[in-house]
């Protein structure tokens, strides 16, 4: 149990363009989702926190703008990185949780790398 | 301001045990979590701790220490597949992960 899918797995993308990538929590409701963003040898950085049906908390320098959340049901989270860059490359991962505000497991997807050329 | 630290890298050879350490400062703890990376992977949940003492699961234990604020995880009978980063993370008091940078185990024959 407790599945989470991402897809795509790989994606290259042109300077400029926008691209979206989909995180489904397969055999659970997802009540919250986690975006993160994980650059070579480092740590997981926590983009934003989404719950169902509500505006996604970002975390401090995250631009919401760039980095569209959106949660539309308990099992669909999309992150969209509009008007990529180069610097935007890195290994996108997201993870669900049964709810927040408590010990709840994070289950992580299998993540997603970008690459902008 | 809150901090993980854990060793960047280790080795061990294939059939010993290892021992990865972790200290956390933290603005409140509600519990300290495990996790195997492999390259190009996410992450996959290996251990929770919340209360002190030693977890077993099979080859790998976890133990906590939280008057210390200090864990590790302990890996027994390696072998060439326990090649992974394994990385530290505590749930602070508003029940958000905290994550170390991870630390890149390399085993060998």
């Known amino acids: 149990g407790a599945v989470v899918s991402q897809h795509p797995s790989r994606v290259i993308c042109k300077s400029g363009t926008s691209v979206k990538i989909e995180c489904r929590s397969l055999?659970?409701?997802?009540?919250?989702m986690f975006w993160y963003r994980q650059f070579p040898k480092q740590s997981l950085m926590l983009m934003a926190t989404?719950?169902?049906?509500?505006?996604?908390?970002?975390e401090q320098g995250v631009e919401k703008d760039k980095f569209l959340i959106n949660h539309a049901s308990l099992t669909l989270s999309t992150l969209t990185v509009t008007s990529a860059h180069p610097e935007d490359s890195s290994f996108y991962i997201c993870s669900a949780s049964l709810g927040q505000g408590g010990p709840y497991e994070q289950y992580f997807g299998p993540g997603t790398r970008l690459t902008v050329t | 301001g809150q901090n993980i630290d854990q060793p960047t890298e280790m080795t061990a050879t294939e059939g010993a045990i290892v021992q990865i350490n972790c200290t956390y400062q933290t603005s409140g703890f509600n519990g300290l979590f495990w996790y195997q990376q492999h390259a190009g992977e996410a992450p996959t949940f290996l251990s929770y701790?919340?209360l002190d003492g030693l977890e077993e699961k099979g080859r790998f234990s976890s133990f906590l220490s939280r008057s210390k604020g200090y864990s590790y995880l302990l890996l027994k009978e390696l072998q060439m597949k326990d090649s992974a980063s394994y990385l530290c993370a505590v749930m602070d008091s508003n029940y958000q992960l905290i994550w170390g940078a991870g630390t890149k185990l390399i085993i060998k024959p």
């Open positions: 055999d659970f409701q997802a009540t919250t």
């Open positions: 701790n919340v």
């Open positions: 989404s719950n169902e049906g509500s505006k996604a908390t970002y």
